[in-house]
């Protein structure tokens, strides 16, 4: 069936670093992609969102980058801060998908000082 | 402005007791929908609605049941609760458009656990 996934569950990264968080999909359909973040105990809150006529998009310290030929999306996260650590969720909406939102499992992010 | 809200934040429940997980949005989106997160895990759709008396099965909808009578309010319901509906469950609402800006905003979840 069709699925959203993250390549790594858990990232570690030193507190000023760069992080990239990578997540496939499979459905070839999506044409609208949200990058949340879930901090413990929290709900998801929206980071950044790209539509598929879109290859890049960038927001503050955030950058999501779209290859609809491999079917990969990515989140740069600049100057990464201890407040960054959190839990990573790509989630896909397919065109005639009934609006619906699917996740992926995500992406543990610990950001080491 | 309250966007989304959840009631009751946790709540533990014995195996065949029922109860509804309240959610309710001032944001006029007609789009809501319920989620549950096991530990470890992600979200996983269980209802989904796209407006007023309109409503729709998603991945997991065993074991419940949803209503939407109103664009605020989207209720779960648990009729015959079991151990395999611990979860924590999040309600979400978004606009219906689908570009960028439409992202959902998310509840802060109901822990349920069932023994």
């Known amino acids: 069936g069709e699925s959203v996934g993250l390549h790594l569950p858990t990232l570690s990264v030193q507190e000023g670093d760069n992080s990239i968080i990578n997540c496939a999909y499979s459905n070839s359909a999506s044409d609208y992609f949200i990058w949340y973040k879930q901090e413990s105990g929290k709900g998801p809150q929206f980071i950044i969102d790209i539509r598929s006529n879109m290859d890049k998009r960038q927001g503050q310290r955030v950058t999501v980058l779209l290859n609809k030929t491999v079917k990969h999306l990515s989140l740069q996260i600049a100057a990464t801060q201890p407040g960054d650590s959190a839990v990573y969720f790509c989630?896909?909406?397919?065109?005639?998908?009934?609006?619906?939102?699917?996740f992926g499992t995500g992406t543990q992010l610990k950001v080491e000082l | 402005n309250a966007g989304v809200t959840q009631t009751p934040k946790f709540r533990i429940l014995k195996i065949g007791q029922s109860m509804t997980l309240q959610c309710a949005q001032d944001?006029?989106?007609?789009?809501m929908y319920w989620y549950r997160q096991d530990p470890g895990m992600g979200l996983k759709l269980i209802y989904y609605s796209v407006g007023a008396g309109i409503t729709d099965k998603g991945e997991v909808p065993n074991g419940y049941n949803v209503s939407r009578s109103t664009t605020e309010d989207f209720p779960l319901r648990l009729e015959l609760a079991a151990p395999s509906q611990t979860s924590v469950y999040f309600c979400?609402?978004?606009?219906?458009?689908?570009?960028?800006?439409?992202?959902?905003?998310f509840g802060q979840g109901t822990r349920l656990t069932v023994v």
């Open positions: 944001m006029n989106h007609n789009y």
């Open positions: 979400a609402s978004r606009h219906p458009h689908r570009g960028t800006g439409t992202e959902a905003f």
């Open positions: 989630a896909e909406n397919p065109t005639g998908g009934g609006n619906k939102l699917t």
